[in-house]
């Protein structure tokens, strides 16, 4: 009977440590797509080595995938065929370049722990091993109720962004301007969802009609980073909508099997409407493309300063730049323009930014003096407007 018992006890020793093995299948396309999303997220230098890597999670017929830098966190769900559940995580870059290699059309088997207790992946004849750390040691940054839940159009808030992301400023000093500052407003009988970025510099304000559930949003600032990520995201989804829900510290977007979750800026944007020109009374109005790309020619000579000068006069526009060691460079342009001539130098980058947002054919500029700030917009949409301070040159 001794031996009997003993012989039980070792048997549930051994079930007790035994190792739990993942494994799953999965295509390569879709989990190149998958990798490229989550890996998008991870700082390629971390301090804290588990913020390097991806967490895996296999589990009833498919894989969670999740990645954070411990502002941002994005969570996609693929399927795969699921042979043991289990989760770990591992290097994200590593694994995306490793699968990125692969074949076109192959499947991709992957094993966690295989025999030196790390992450197999194994496609075809290559097999490949990497080094992992335990998910006890992932940090989560979602999970908590954000009140306000309303759903948008994707290709509405592609167009949001779009017009406004890159007026966002990048300096860490001014870190309340480093985002979208995203609220309800009422704009006379209308509501709308408006979107206002600044750097000091210019602004670019948009808005779109106010969807089902949001009109209780006050104000909050989206970081530039998260913008940019959901961005690229959206241009990924085959979804007509996607859902956005907020809280006071915090935002979530969420289509098809991707939700990210990012904190928001702790600052008070500036009271935007003031810097916005009402009484800008000296219209021009300019073909659109003809203007970039002569803005785009005459920027050749000024390198570093880019500083060019936008000369208004009756019936036409001279765009001109000078460079003291290179030489000079004028381009005059047919224009709807009937008040005193105003020359005003601005930085040709940003007026570029602004033109490539203007999808009518004319845009319109309205001045009120060489150093007082430009309202621009396009002349069939007002849906968006755009302010750019001038340059001294």
Do not use: W
Request: glycine share 4%.
């Amino acid at each position: 009977v001794g031996s009997e018992m003993c012989i039980r006890d070792r048997d549930k020793d051994k079930s007790f440590f035994r190792i739990k093995i993942m494994k799953f299948t999965i295509e390569r396309a879709h989990l190149l797509k998958t990798l490229s999303h989550v890996q998008s997220i991870v700082e390629k230098r971390n301090t804290i080595p588990v913020l390097s890597n991806v967490r895996i999670e296999a589990k009833s017929g498919s894989i969670n995938f999740k990645a954070t830098d411990m502002d941002i966190e994005i969570t996609e769900i693929v399927e795969a065929k699921v042979i043991e559940e289990g989760a770990t995580t591992a290097p994200a870059h590593m694994l995306y370049d490793i699968v990125r290699k692969l074949s076109d059309g192959s499947d991709v088997e992957i094993t966690y722990p295989d025999d030196k207790n790390a992450l197999s992946i194994a496609s075809g004849r290559s097999k490949f091993s990497l080094s992992t750390i335990g998910v006890e040691d992932f940090p989560i940054i979602s999970g908590d109720d954000l009140p306000i839940n309303f759903d948008i159009s994707r290709d509405e808030l592609k167009t949001l962004i779009d017009r406004t992301q890159f007026s966002a400023s990048v300096e860490e000093a001014r870190y309340y301007l480093n985002g979208l500052y995203v609220h309800a407003k009422n704009e006379g009988d209308a509501k709308v969802l408006r979107v206002v970025a600044t750097d000091g510099h210019r602004l670019a304000c948009a808005e779109s009609p106010l969807p089902d559930g949001a009109e209780k949003l006050e104000g909050v600032i989206i970081p530039r980073k998260s913008v940019l990520e959901i961005r690229k995201l959206l241009d990924d989804a085959s979804t007509d909508n996607v859902t956005m829900a907020l809280s006071e510290n915090k935002v979530r977007i969420s289509f098809e099997d991707i939700t990210l979750t990012s904190k928001l800026i702790d600052g008070t944007f500036p009271d935007y409407e003031r810097v916005i020109p009402t009484d800008n009374d000296k219209i021009l109005e300019v073909n659109v493309k003809e203007l970039a790309a002569a803005v785009d020619r005459v920027s050749v000579v000024t390198e570093r300063s880019r500083g060019i000068r936008m000369i208004t006069d009756t019936n036409h526009v001279t765009i001109a730049a000078s460079n003291a060691e290179l030489g000079n460079a004028t381009e005059e342009l047919e224009a709807k323009y009937d008040k005193e001539s105003i020359d005003t130098g601005y930085n040709f980058r940003y007026l570029l930014d602004i033109l490539a947002q203007i999808k009518g054919e004319e845009v319109r500029f309205s001045l009120s003096g060489s150093a007082a700030a430009t309202v621009i917009n396009d002349t069939s949409d007002n849906s968006a407007i755009y302010v750019l301070m001038p340059m001294r040159i």
